[in-house]
C-alpha cells in the first residue's frame, strides 16, 4: 500500500482547525469574531470543493487506467484465440497425419412409384 499524496484539501482542513482552535482560545485572529468565524468557513468550504476535484481526477484516473487495463485483456485475449484455432486447424500439410471426415453421403430419395411395376 502506497502513502497517502499530499491534496490541498488536508492542508486546508488542517489550517481550518488550527484557525478554530486559536479562535476557541483566544476569541479572535486580530479580527473580530463573525470575521474569524467565516473565513474558517470558507476555508472549510474550499477544503471541501477540493476534496470533489481530487476525487474526479482520481475516477478519471482510475477509469483511464482500467480502460488501459480492459485493451491489454482483450488484446491478450485475441491473441490466444487466434493460437487456438490455429491448433484446431486441420494439420493435413506437410505430411501430418491428421485426417478430416469424410462427408456422410445423402441417400437418394425413395420414387414414388415402384420402377418397372404397374402403378395400379
Known sequence: ???KPDCVS???LKLARDLNG???ERGTINLDRVTSVNVIL???RIAELAR???NAWSQ???NR???QDRLSLLTSMNRVTAEVLGLMRPDTEDGGNVVQFRPKPSNS???SAPSGGDAA
Open 10 to 12: 488536508d492542508y486546508l
Open 60 to 62: 478519471a484516473e482510475w
Open 1 to 3: 500500500m502506497t502513502a
Open 109 to 111: 430419395p425413395a420414387p
Open 42 to 44: 470558507h476555508i472549510g
Open 65 to 67: 487506467r482500467a480502460s
Open 52 to 54: 470533489k476535484l481530487e
Open 22 to 24: 486559536v479562535v476557541n
